[in-house]
């Protein structure tokens, strides 16, 4: 199993350019995130889904739109992007909700927005 | 917006010393998790904690959960190179709720 991939794992943009990250994962799981990690900042939800076919906001929404087609793909979409967005991306999936539950991450694209 | 701090941010201990690195709120979390992240990685999942008072113990690492379910502690026992990365700790307010992360703490081993 190869768990969770992104692509890229590097990026740079342009401001204004868009993007998509892909997240696949191969665990059958229902849950998928999508965080950003800024230094000192830890790591913070920008969307995540529930199942197939739904979405919905985290802490830091603004600027990004995400889509969940397949259970095994959750997509991040840059419209227009920014400096502000540079960090590095990271999805993760897991089974269930439930507090005991373990969220198993990706390597990370990191991208820098000029 | 509940906030997990973490502390110290950095720390550069010598091999076989021990630490400690804490993760404080003033909100009450119903689990709380550890996590290591090595560079160019994303963070694996060391432990959960859910009941006040818990403490769980890895090989040299050892986690609390305070009394009260708003501050954590990892203390690694004659710490080792194979110990450096980046700790962070996150919590969630209740089963269904998202997880917040803590700054981070980098931890540092030298041989």
């Known amino acids: 199993n190869a768990g969770v991939t992104q692509t890229p794992k590097f990026r740079v943009l342009k401001t204004g350019q868009s993007m998509t990250l892909l997240c696949a994962q191969d665990m059958n799981h229902e849950y998928m995130y999508w965080y950003r990690q800024d230094p000192g900042m830890g790591l913070r939800l920008i969307h995540y889904?529930?199942?197939?076919?739904?979405?919905a906001k985290g802490e830091v929404p603004d600027g990004y739109n995400v889509s969940r087609l397949k259970k095994q793909n959750f997509l991040l979409g840059l419209e227009s992007a920014a400096p502000s967005q540079t960090s590095v991306y990271f999805c993760?999936?897991?089974?269930?909700?439930?507090?005991?539950?373990?969220?198993?991450f990706g390597p990370g694209t990191r991208l820098l927005v000029l | 917006t509940q906030l997990l701090e973490q502390s110290p941010q950095f720390l550069s201990i010598q091999e076989g010393e021990n630490l400690t690195v804490y993760c404080n709120s003033s909100?009450?979390?119903?689990?709380l998790q550890w996590y290591r992240q090595e560079p160019g990685e994303g963070p694996v999942l060391l432990v959960t904690?859910?009941?006040?008072?818990e403490v769980k113990k890895l090989k040299r690492l050892t986690f609390q959960f305070g009394d009260a379910r708003k501050d954590s502690s990892l203390h690694i026992t004659a710490a080792q190179p194979g110990d450096t990365g980046l700790y962070l700790c996150?919590?969630?307010?209740?089963?269904?709720?998202?997880?917040?992360f803590g700054g981070g703490t980098r931890v540092l081993v030298k041989p």
């Open positions: 909100s009450v979390f119903s689990s």
């Open positions: 996150a919590g969630a307010a209740a089963a269904g709720n998202k997880l917040t």
């Open positions: 904690v859910v009941t006040g008072g």
């Open positions: 889904s529930v199942g197939e076919g739904t979405t």
């Open positions: 993760a999936s897991s089974y269930t909700d439930r507090v005991r539950e373990t969220q198993y």
